[in-house]
């Protein structure tokens, strides 16, 4: 009995390493997670993430995406400030899993939506750190 429950612990730890391994390698292509959306007038939830709208200048706009690209685990994806669509790629803190995040200049501001690249359900993790990145930069 002992012997077994050996075997299923050991076997349940390879397929930890497994899946750790695994997330931490994924891919964001540039291609499908550089995108525009469909900005709302409002902040709102959406399936795996958060989207939220506020009023700003250009200045605003900069100061935000420099807050986003100077946080933890976060790397630019694609886009410039110049080009008013910047997208970045952050990571869970523990095992590694990329969130994505596009903020895209608008005629009255900005939006920024964050969403999960892996699962269905991010627990409001975008949400607080949008809404932390969008306090950072003044603009909350």
């Known amino acids: 009995m002992l012997k077994i429950a050996a075997i299923i612990a050991i076997v349940t730890a390879l397929a930890a390493l497994g899946v750790a391994i695994w ?3 994924i891919s964001v292509p540039v291609a499908r997670y550089h995108e525009r959306f469909e900005v709302l007038q409002e902040d709102r939830l959406s399936q795996g993430g958060f989207v939220a709208v506020r009023p700003t200048d250009d200045e605003g706009f900069a100061r935000l995406v420099e807050v986003i690209a100077t946080s933890p685990r976060t790397t630019s994806l694609a886009g410039r400030v110049e080009e008013g669509h910047v997208s970045f790629v952050t990571r869970t803190r523990v095992m590694g899993f990329p ?3 596009n903020v895209t ?3 009255r501001g900005l939006a ?5 690249v892996v699962g269905k359900g991010d627990m409001g993790v975008n949400r607080r750190r949008i809404e932390g990145w969008l306090a950072e930069a003044g603009l909350s």
């Open 105 to 107: 200049r608008t005629e």
């Open 23 to 25: 997330v931490r390698n």
């Open 112 to 116: 920024i939506r964050g969403h999960l």
């Open 99 to 101: 969130d994505v995040t």
